[in-house]
């Protein structure tokens, strides 16, 4: 049977996929660290946002049936 997969171990799989993106520096400067630290937020806040959307139109209903039953 196949380990389960733990939050911080994902996590850090992830982190090692991140880092396997960033091309060798050559001529890395402040800039590009910004701007790849700007985007990594971004896609977090995004993703974050996606998925408390998702949530809420999935407990929508249930919210509106407990609501209208008493």
């Given amino acids: 049977m196949a380990p389960e997969l733990q939050l ?9 996929i991140f880092l396997s993106l960033i091309p060798p520096a050559e001529a890395y400067d402040a800039g ?9 937020i971004l896609a977090v806040v995004g993703f974050c946002a996606c ?3 998702y949530l809420f139109m999935l407990l ?3 919210e509106v049936e407990t609501l209208t039953a008493s």
Avoid: E, F, S
């Fill in 8 to 16: 911080p171990n994902a996590v850090a799989i992830v982190w090692l």
């Fill in 51 to 53: 998925l408390g959307w």
């Fill in 32 to 40: 590009d660290a910004l701007a790849l630290l700007l985007g990594t």
């Fill in 60 to 62: 929508l209903p249930i």
